[in-house]
Structure formats: structure tokens, C-alpha cells
């Protein structure tokens, strides 16, 4: 976040990841892949909501899926409150309305929230989150007990355009018109006395206060509008779903926006988006493979902490920086030596998980590449185990040489400009 | 000095942290327009001062008057909004900031910007203008995009001036601005600090005696809590109990006249 990007840089990757959300639904033509892809867009406007507030701003919040539920409760209300009025048109503006109920409540609940910066803000949000969701079952009529609430966007009469929503692409198309919408307001704030506030509020809100700003008023402001996003995104998945549970307003939906910021990058506006995108792909594609996909996604987000805290966002730039100032040569080679061992420790550490997880499930034997493993021999778990250590024994090898060529070249970077 | 109201006026002011009673009673008028410098050795009270007077701390008893106007209880971006602006001993300034948008960020609430979400930063030119003023007024022009918390040692102290007189306050309260700096970079600090407070009012902490005798119209002494004396630098260098209390272990050449 240290000098801006230059504005070619920003619109090339504006325009890339319209590109390519436009034409991978096209290429592929799989339903899975457009339902993923909606999700991916959802989740991208939800968790730039959110870096508004962690990134932006420096509030680190725990209840952010109070604005996410409350938009789509708020939408498919509206949906269900339409009936047969719906036209496509209005059930198009919904996600408006979303938006809005995530105003309302960022407008209430800021108010508890921004007194304070810091561990007080992550508590109370926690707080407040944790009591909506306590109290969601003396709502039935709000918040539809156990099974939530279920919708039907198609039903109204006629179509807006020839489009009725009811195709799985059509409703990419509206919620990919959405995030869109939604992404350039959020990244037009960032270009506003109100978004640079923030961030000098998230430097230093001690000095803020003694060029002019209230610090309070800032986080609340921030707040309030990050609200109106994060019920945007609400609104979008009701439409997308037609179903509504007040699973998408407990901590669970919270913690996931959390990693997904943090993993992409709060340092980046385009980090979330990032973040969006593989942990709904991880979601998605090895939930469908393994069972202890949480326990990868954990494992991911440890690695992630220790070894990438500026999150994808910043590893990607830092290669890019080092491949417009031709130093990923010098690194190219350490990479590729540093690769296979890497695939090594990976390949033990799955082998492990994946055994251990088929035994706790009370298997006898695993499938690997064909062949049968019995699970109650020692023989593929020394081997698993012995993959793992020559793996991370070949790492340690060649991350010396690695660490110092990297140095080497960040250095030169830095000098090369001064 | 002259007949109207004073810039500030500090009477009965006292602060206690816990038992100890750090400030004992002050009372202070400066006037408009006046470079007032405080000097006193350390611990004295002298930034607990400054804490009092721009509403970092409050109080525990006495009144401030900013401009004729009791500013006692106010937070400190009230009493920054009515035209008071400090800085800080220890630099205070937006690290990952670039120097650029430290200083916009600065000008932004007295440019009348406020909240606003509706604007666009790029389009303002006043704030750009000012910033880009102030910035060359600190000599940080060629640092233009470089992140406040890289800078070097002065360069910092330079950019923690200028936030504070970016903004435009009428009355500015430095403290220790040449703290930390080598001699060619105190004589710098002193040519911007004399620039940019033309035609302001300017309270100023400093321990070197060079800074203060060329700078000052008066100076008070601070000593344990309270102010021994306030008066013309001959007048102080010539006053026996300031000598005693504080001068007598910073020989000051030159003689009064
Ligand atoms: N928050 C606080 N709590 C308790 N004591 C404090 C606090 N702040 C300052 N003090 C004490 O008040 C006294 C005056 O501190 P102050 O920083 O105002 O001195 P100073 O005159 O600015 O000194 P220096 O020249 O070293 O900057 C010191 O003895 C300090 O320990
Ligand atoms: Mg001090």
C-alpha cells in the first residue's frame, strides 16, 4: 500500500479479471463451473467488503457475516414479499435491498462497535455477531428456524432483456454485473478523502486525531459502508442459492471472509478477490476429493502466516517486480531446485493425512493410483513418512542457497531505484 | 505585547498522574503573532504541557483559552478544527503512508473535506497544491512516494513538521523539532521552522540554547512543574534564579547587551 499503483497497472487488472470471469463460462460450458464461479464472485465482494475494514481501515472484525446475513435475509424476504410481481427487472435490483438492510445495520451496530480500535473492536464485533446468531430462534418469522428460508427468483412473469434468471449463466451474469458494480465503488473509496483518512486512522489513529479527525467517526463511516457491500454480496448469494439459513450470520461464515482476506492479501485491493477465488476453488474442487480438505485449508493458512503474511497479493507482486527488473532469472534456478522436494514433503504429508483420516474412518485399506494400501501394516506409512522427511531434508538442503539468492535480489531491487 | 486577545492563555493549569503532581499550578499568555519558546530540564513537564494544551491529556485542574475561546474539555481534533496544531518528541506520522499522502492527509479537514466519500482525491487540487507546497517547504520533494516509515531520522522530524503546519493552524506547537539532528540539519530546521510560521504563533520546546535564543521572542522556564520565569532571551540569560536552576548547567556564550 506504499506508493499507488499506477493506473495502467490497475486497469490491466481490472480488465484481466473481467476477461477472464467473461470467458471462462464460455470455454467450459460445465454448470459446476458457473455455480463455482458465481461463488467465487459472491465471496470476492464480500471479502473486499471486509478488507475495508481490516485492510483499509485496520479493524480486525469477527462478526462481519452479520451485514452478509442480514442482506440476504432481507433479500429473499423481498423475493418472497414479491410473489408473483417479481419481474425479472426487480428481482435483478434485489441485491440493492441487501445492500441496503447491511447499511441499516452497520448504521446501528457501528455505533456499538467503532467506539474503540483494536482488540476492543475484534471483541465486541465477536460479541455482537455471536448474540444475532443466539437470538436468530426467537425469530422464526425473520430468520426461519433450522431450514431458513427458501425463494424462487423466476417467480414472476416475463423476461428483462430475454433473461429470466433462471439458467445457472444468467444468474452469473447478475451477480458478475453486481460484483463488479460493487468492486469499482469499493475501489473508488480507496481514492477518497474518506478512504485515505482511513488508512492514515489505520497508521496512527493517535495522530489522526490532532490533523482534524475524529477517529470514531471515521471507523463508523467505514463501517457502515463496508456494511452496505457485505449485504450486497448477502443479497447476491439469496438470489444465486434461493435459499437463506442463518448459517451464512454465524462466526463459521465470519472466520472463512477473515482467511479469505487475510490469505489473498490486505495490503492489495485486488488481495480478497485473490483469496476469494482459491479458497472457494479449494472449497470446492478438494472437498470434492478428501475429506479432510479443512484440515489442508488450516494447514494452507498456518503456511500462509508464518511464510507469506502479506498474503498472495504481495507474493505475486513481489515476483512481479522481480521479473520486470530481470532478476527472476538469478531465482528461476533456486525455484526449480527447491520444487521437487517441495512436491515430495507435500505428496508425505497427504499420504499421512490421507491414511490417518481413511483409518479413523474405519477403513482397512486406502486406494492410491490404483493399487490397494492396507492401512494396518507399517510398511506405506514408513514410506509416507520417509517421503515426508526426505522431502522437507531435501528443502532445508537447498533453502539456504534459496534465501540468500532472494535477498540478493530484493536488495538489488531496492537499489536499483533509489 | 499587544492589546488583543492572547493566542493562549493557560491559568491555574495542573496535572497529577496518580500522586505525583507533574504540572503545579501554571499560568501563560502568549501572544499572537509571538515565538515563545519553553526550555526546562528534563522531566520538567515541558510535553506533559504540550499534552495539556492540545487535549492529549486532560487536565486535572485550570483553564486554556485558545484565541480568546476556553478550549478546556475539548478532544484534540476539536481543538485542532479551532486552529491549534502540535507535533510530537517522538515522531507521530502516518508510517505507511507515502510523505505525499501523510501531508494531503493532513491539509484534508481544514480544506473542508471532511467525511467526504464522494469526492475524488485526485481531482482536489487545493489539497494537492497545499501538500505539494508544504512538502517542498520541508526540502522532501524527491521523496515524494517514499513511505513515511522509511525515511531517515531528519527526514522524519522534517515530515512530523510538516503534518502539523499543513493543515494551516494559526497557532503551532512544536516540540523538540530539532531534537536528535546534527548542526547542519538543526540550521535547516530552524530556516523551515522561521518560514513556516510566519505570521503564526509559535510555542516551541527545544534544549538547544542556540535554537531558542535565535528564535524566540520569549521564553519561559519550566522547572518541576511550575514556570520560574517568562520573559526576552536578555532578560532571561541575565535573570539570576534561571541561571541557577537551569542555565548554570548549559553555559550559554554570548553576553546580553
Ligand atoms: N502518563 C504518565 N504517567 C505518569 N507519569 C508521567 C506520565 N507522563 C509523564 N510522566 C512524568 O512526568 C514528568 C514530566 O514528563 P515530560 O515528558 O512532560 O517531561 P519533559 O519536560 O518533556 O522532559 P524531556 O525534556 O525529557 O522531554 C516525568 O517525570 C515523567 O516521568
Ligand atoms: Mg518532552
Given at each position: 500500500m506504499t506508493a499507488p499503483s499506477s493506473l495502467p497497472r490497475q486497469v490491466l487488472i481490472w480488465a484481466a479479471i473481467f476477461v477472464i470471469a467473461c470467458v471462462l463460462p464460455s470455454l467450459f460450458r460445465s454448470g459446476f463451473l458457473v455455480s463455482v464461479l458465481s461463488q467465487i464472485a459472491i465471496m470476492a465482494v464480500f471479502a473486499l467488503s471486509y478488507n475495508m475494514l481490516l485492510g483499509q481501515t485496520g479493524l480486525l472484525s469477527f462478526g462481519h457475516a452479520v451485514y452478509y446475513g442480514l442482506g440476504a435475509f432481507a433479500t429473499i424476504h423481498?423475493?418472497?414479499?414479491?410473489?408473483?410481481?417479481?419481474?425479472?427487472?426487480?428481482?435483478?435490483?434485489?441485491?440493492?435491498g441487501g445492500g441496503a438492510a447491511g447499511l441499516v445495520a452497520g448504521l446501528i451496530l457501528g455505533r456499538m462497535t467503532t467506539k474503540k480500535a483494536g482488540t476492543t473492536f475484534a471483541m465486541i464485533s465477536l460479541g455482537i455477531a455471536e448474540l444475532m446468531f443466539a437470538t436468530t430462534p426467537i425469530f422464526p418469522s425473520v430468520f426461519g428456524g433450522d431450514g431458513g428460508f427458501a425463494g424462487n427468483r423466476m417467480a414472476g412473469k416475463g423476461s428483462f432483456l430475454g433473461l429470466t434468471w433462471g439458467p445457472q449463466i444468467e444468474i452469473y451474469w447478475l451477480v458478475l454485473f453486481w460484483a463488479f458494480v460493487s468492486a469499482g465503488l469499493m475501489f473508488a473509496l480507496t481514492q477518497t478523502p474518506l478512504g485515505r483518512v482511513a488508512n492514515a486512522v489505520r497508521d496512527n489513529p493517535e495522530r489522526a486525531e490532532f490533523i482534524g479527525y475524529d477517529t470514531r467517526q471515521v471507523r463508523y463511516r467505514m463501517l457502515v459502508l463496508s456494511g452496505l457491500f457485505a449485504g450486497i454480496a448477502g443479497g447476491l448469494s439469496a438470489l444465486n442459492y434461493e435459499i437463506v439459513t442463518v448459517d451464512m450470520l454465524n462466526a463459521h461464515t465470519s472466520g472463512s471472509v477473515l482467511l479469505m482476506t487475510y490469505t489473498g492479501g490486505i495490503g492489495h485491493f485486488f488481495g480478497p478477490v485473490l483469496g476469494a477465488a482459491m479458497i472457494t476453488l479449494m472449497q470446492t474442487l478438494v472437498g470434492g476429493l478428501t475429506h479432510a480438505w479443512l484440515l489442508y485449508f488450516g494447514l494452507f493458512f498456518l503456511f500462509m502466516v508464518a511464510f507469506a503474511p502479506g498474503g498472495m497479493a504481495s507474493v505475486l507482486s513481489r515476483q512481479s517486480a522481480l521479473v520486470k527488473a530481470g532478476l527472476w532469472r538469478c531465482l528461476l534456478p533456486h525455484y526449480a531446485l527447491a520444487a521437487a522436494p517441495a512436491a515430495l514433503a507435500c505428496l508425505g504429508a497427504v499420504g499421512l493425512i490421507e491414511m490417518a483420516y481413511a483409518l479413523l474412518a474405519g477403513h482397512d485399506a486406502a486406494s492410491f493410483m490404483g493399487t490397494s494400501?492396507?492401512?494396518?501394516?507399517?510398511?506405506?506409512?514408513?514410506?509416507?513418512?520417509?517421503?515426508?522427511?526426505?522431502?522437507?531434508?531435501g528443502l532445508k538442503w537447498v533453502i539456504g542457497g534459496m534465501s540468500d539468492a532472494w535477498h540478493q535480489a530484493l536488495s538489488q531491487l531496492q537499489g536499483g531505484k533509489p | 505585547m499587544t492589546a488583543s486577545v492572547p493566542a493562549l492563555c493557560i491559568s491555574g493549569l495542573r496535572k497529577s498522574f496518580g500522586a505525583s503532581e507533574i504540572i503545579r499550578g501554571i499560568d501563560l499568555d502568549i501572544a499572537k503573532g509571538e515565538r515563545h519558546a519553553i526550555i526546562g530540564p528534563n522531566g520538567a513537564g515541558k510535553s506533559t504541557l504540550f499534552h495539556l494544551i492540545s487535549a492529549r491529556l486532560a487536565a486535572t485542574s485550570g483553564t486554556i483559552a485558545l484565541k480568546g475561546e476556553p478550549v478546556t474539555g475539548l478532544k484534540p481534533f476539536e481543538i485542532n478544527r479551532k486552529g491549534l496544531s502540535r507535533s510530537f518528541q517522538i515522531?507521530?506520522?502516518?508510517?505507511?503512508?507515502?510523505?505525499?499522502?501523510?501531508?494531503?492527509?493532513?491539509?484534508?479537514?481544514?480544506?473542508?473535506?471532511?467525511?467526504?466519500?464522494?469526492?475524488r482525491l485526485s481531482v482536489l487540487r487545493d489539497a494537492k497544491e497545499r501538500a505539494e507546497h508544504v512538502m517542498c517547504d520541508i526540502g522532501l520533494q524527491n521523496r515524494r512516494d517514499t513511505a513515511a516509515g522509511i525515511l531517515s531520522y531528519a527526514e522524519q522530524r522534517a515530515l512530523e513538521i510538516g503534518i502539523t503546519i499543513a493543515g494551516g493552524a494559526d497557532v503551532i506547537l512544536l516540540d523538540e523539532p530539532t531534537a536528535g539532528m546534527s548542526h547542519s540539519e538543526t540550521d535547516e530546521a530552524v530556516a523551515l521552522i522561521r518560514r513556516v510560521t510566519e505570521n503564526k504563533t509559535l510555542v516551541m520546546v527545544e534544549h538547544d540554547m542556540g535554537v531558542v535564543f535565535g528564535l524566540a521572542d520569549r521564553i519561559s522556564v519550566l522547572v518541576y512543574g511550575q514556570v520560574i520565569a517568562t520573559d526576552t532571551p536578555q532578560a532571561i540569560r541575565a535573570n539570576p534564579l534561571v541561571q541557577e536552576a537551569y542555565l548554570g548547567t548549559t553555559p550559554v556564550s554570548g553576553n546580553a547587551s
Open positions: 423481498l423475493l418472497n414479499g414479491l410473489g408473483k410481481s417479481a419481474t425479472p427487472l426487480l428481482v435483478a435490483l434485489l441485491p440493492l494400501i492396507r492401512l494396518h501394516t507399517l510398511l506405506p506409512w514408513l514410506g509416507a513418512a520417509s517421503v515426508l522427511i526426505g522431502g522437507i531434508a | 515522531t507521530n506520522i502516518f508510517h505507511s503512508l507515502s510523505v505525499f499522502e501523510n501531508l494531503r492527509s493532513a491539509v484534508l479537514w481544514s480544506l473542508g473535506y471532511k467525511y467526504s466519500f464522494w469526492h
